[in-house]
């Protein structure tokens, strides 16, 4: 296992950078963890995750669960893992950091939606860019297993 408060490097950024989905925990009111699988985008060493409008609950980004832990409570962790048959290639990578909500024209919040709409072509005809969405700075880095994307 590597535990590293230096950022993401290496395979570890390798195996993030491939990736397709992640979990992002957050803490709920309660103190339980949430989880809740993602959509996420590295730009610029921080981890981008798009609040999109696929069907929610509340049509009101701001009244999700995960927003409204984030606001209350930041500090996040994101597990990025590869499942493999082939138990030699298992491997995951644990992102724990402090959250933002970053509103529409905020800082770095044009950048993470296209490169986001990039990596995912469903959100093209999403509007993301009139969202918020989550930032996440690394503050901490731990990796298990084989990382090789």
């Not at 996420?40 to 929610?56: M, N």
């Not at 500090?75 to 990025?80: A, D, E, K, Q, Y």
């Not at 995912?120 to 298990?144: C, D, K, M």
């Amino acid at each position: 296992m590597a535990d590293s408060s230096e950022g993401l490097g290496g395979e570890a950024r390798a195996l993030v950078v491939a990736a397709r989905r992640a979990t992002l925990a957050t803490i709920a009111p309660d103190g339980r963890p949430r989880l809740v699988p993602v959509c996420f985008e590295l730009v610029d060493e921080h981890v981008w995750i798009a609040i999109d409008d696929k069907p929610k609950r509340s049509a009101d980004p701001m009244d999700l669960a995960r927003v409204r832990d984030v606001l209350a409570r930041p500090r996040v962790t994101l597990l990025v893992d590869r499942w493999d048959e082939d138990w030699s290639r298992l491997g995951w990578v644990r992102i724990d950091g402090r959250a933002a909500v970053v509103e529409s024209g905020g800082p770095g919040h044009a950048a993470a939606i296209n490169a986001l709409r990039a990596k995912y072509p469903q959100y093209r005809s999403h509007a993301l860019e009139e969202r918020p969405a989550i930032r996440v700075s690394i503050e901490r880095v731990v990796s298990w297993g084989s990382l090789e994307a």
